[in-house]
């Protein structure tokens, strides 16, 4: 560990590494716990389909790296795709059916997003002199009512596609495919 690295920036760094390929362990836990009805399918579907809304309006506004992003739903929460992540959760927990999945989900959260958005929120900090201000205004996740700032950056796109966005879509299908199939299955045996 570096002399001026915490715990908290070494869990953070190890957290935002290993989430991706733990999502995909989760993944496999969650078809196998998954107990899936029709109604809880299509209530699910109802409740994830705002999370994949929000995930691909801020993704279409984030200029990682280039300069802070405060349009679109970043003027109303400084985390839009972790808000959409959970909201995109709640929908996946409604459609499992299955309180293991909800628990696991909650541990996750608070283990691996947590550490990772601080660690971001000291990123932006060092980085970005005006994110002392956006902070005091603009809340960590519950949104705010109305937009802050003034500054408007147009929706791109071109940044949605870069940040490959377009790859939650496609994962949330799959996997409601993968749960209909489950359910079809369980009817049929």
Known sequence: MQPSETTGDTWSRVARRIRVPLGFIFAVV????????????????LVLLPGLVLRGLASGHLQKDKQLTTSGPYAYTRNPLYLGSLVLAAGFAIAARSWWIVAIMLLMFAVIYVPVIAGEERYLRRTFPEYDDY???VPRMWPRLSPYGSRHSAYSFARYCKHREYEASIGCVVVLAVLVVKLILKLVW
């Open 30 to 45: 969650y078809v196998w716990l998954a107990r899936p009805t029709r109604t809880s399918l299509i209530a699910g579907a």
């Open 135 to 137: 902070v005091r205004h």
